[in-house]
């Protein structure tokens, strides 16, 4: 046989013609052949997820593209990046989906926000490839889907791009997109307006039902007692849920135990922040979609100054074209610095109050600034209180005993004490780790 890349051409070219662009970007781009045996073809790819994929949808594709151009029977053999080689796992046994055929317009979707624009970097690649592989199979393999992570990564943008391809593929779907707001405002007004009969079957009658940001079901029982008839509804009818948060469901205060086990059924994937080349391309493809002429050294300029949200990348890009515009000149590096200039955080942000702080650990925790600032020893109380003291002696410039008075009169070493244990489990405790960093990315927003 001819060497294995002169193989891996064939069997890219014969996909490239069976598969639609960004399914043939996200599955064939990203493996790589690796060795050639008598029996064997190992190729290599990203996650598990990819293994996943190739193995229950594209094998038979490629063992009659090895026949057709070598006359050999091979078997392919995944292998993970960065893995020991694995045996071949069995694929998911796949269940048939039932037909809809009303045609459905009012999915609420963003239209720009498809998987064309979504740029894949390292933080987000299995994210994307769950996503893609939800649109094409929705309700077999990942059900429900989670994606989790910090503000403004991508995770709206992909929940989108899942309802526009679905759409795509089977233009007469139900596809539905709201908010956990716009959830619980539906579900409170059908129960004003008696109309709960209407609710449930808007809700329980969509092929693909995405919500939003499930954190804010804390806090709301009757919310999460419906959500979790919708869910049944869906999930026995095989339909397809998708859902975020800014964490982990067994990490979303007062989620019922049966809702978080549920959500443990399907796939859950994380998305954190993007690398400096990721920021830099997704800062071109704006700039490109955009129209905009920057030179590559502005663009990473920019993509330096930014680093944890893709809004904020965003925004601070509009901002250097408005400044651009109003100074009639032409977008350049310097000219991106001076634009930049007044956004652009300095070590410890001065401006942040101790209040704030409070205020968005209360929130993060579901405690009340008073409980921060009060006596009360229970743990749920304590730990926040302690990371509100441990924040505010990081992220300001405030004295220890200023920190002390602000928090109710405590003493200074009771100051001294929250900020080392807390700096001490943020050392082992990666959960810790994620929450700490939530609530200083909601600070900066
Ligand atoms: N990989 C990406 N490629 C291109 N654009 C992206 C990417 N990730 C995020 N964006 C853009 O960044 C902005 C913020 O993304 P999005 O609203 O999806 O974030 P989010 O994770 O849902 O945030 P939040 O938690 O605040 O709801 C959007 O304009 C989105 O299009």
């Known amino acids: 046989m001819d060497d294995i890349y002169s193989l891996w051409r064939y069997l890219q070219e014969k996909f490239q013609e069976s598969l639609s662009k960004v399914s043939y970007d996200t599955w064939i781009d990203s493996a790589v052949p690796v060795r050639l045996t008598d029996t064997n073809i190992i190729i290599e790819v990203p996650s598990s997820l990819h293994k996943d994929y190739w193995q229950n949808n594209l094998m038979s594709r490629i063992v009659e593209g090895i026949y057709e151009f070598s006359g050999k029977e091979l ?8 893995e020991e080689m694995p045996d071949i796992a069995k694929p998911t046994v796949k269940r048939n989906n039932s037909n809809n055929n009303r045609l459905f317009k009012d999915a609420q979707l963003n239209s720009k926000y498809t998987f064309d624009t979504f740029v894949i970097g390292k933080g987000n690649q299995m994210a994307h490839a769950a996503a893609l592989v939800v649109a094409e199979e929705p309700g077999t393999i990942y059900n429900p889907l989670f994606f989790y992570g910090g503000v403004g990564l991508g995770k709206t943008h992909l929940m989108h791009a899942i309802g526009h391809q679905m759409l795509q593929l089977r233009p007469t ?54 959500f979790f008839h919708t869910f049944n509804a869906l999930y026995d009818e095989r339909k397809q849920i998708v859902l975020t948060s800014d964490r982990l469901p067994n990490e979303i205060p007062k989620l019922q135990e049966r809702l978080i086990s549920r959500f443990a059924w399907g796939l859950s994937v994380d998305i954190t922040p993007p690398d400096l080349e990721t920021r830099i391309a997704i800062l071109r493809k704006k700039a490109n979609s955009e129209r905009l002429e920057i030179p590559d050294d502005t663009l990473s300029y920019i993509a330096g100054q930014i680093d944890s949200n893709i809004r904020e990348l965003e925004g601070a890009l509009v901002r250097v074209q408005a400044y651009s515009a109003i100074q009639g000149t032409d977008i350049t590096t310097s000219l991106a610095a001076d634009a930049l200039k007044s956004i652009m955080p300095s070590e410890k942000p001065k401006a942040l109050s101790i209040y704030a702080i409070q205020q968005a650990v209360g929130k993060y925790y579901h405690v009340t600034v008073e409980e921060l600032k009060g006596k009360k020893r229970t743990k749920g109380i304590v730990v926040p209180r302690q990371i509100a003291m441990y924040l505010s002696r990081v992220m300001t410039d405030n004295s220890l005993p200023k920190i002390g008075s602000e928090f109710g009169g405590k003493d200074h070493t009771t100051v001294i004490h929250a900020h080392d244990k807390i700096a001490l489990s943020l050392k082992k405790d990666p959960v810790l780790q994620r929450e700490i960093e939530t609530i200083q990315n909601s600070l900066k927003k």
């Not at 078997?75 to 960065?82: A, C, G, L, V, Y």
């Not at 954190?215 to 419906?226: I, L, N, V």
């Open 173 to 226: 779907a139900k596809v539905k997109y709201v908010s956990s707001e716009t959830f619980a405002n539906d579900f409170i007004n059908s129960i004003q307006n008696r109309t709960q009969e209407q609710f449930r079957n808007e809700y329980r009658s969509v092929d693909l039902l995405m919500v939003d940001d499930i954190q804010f079901f804390a806090d709301k029982e009757g919310t999460q007692e419906e």
């Open 75 to 82: 078997t392919p053999i995944f292998m993970i990046k960065n």
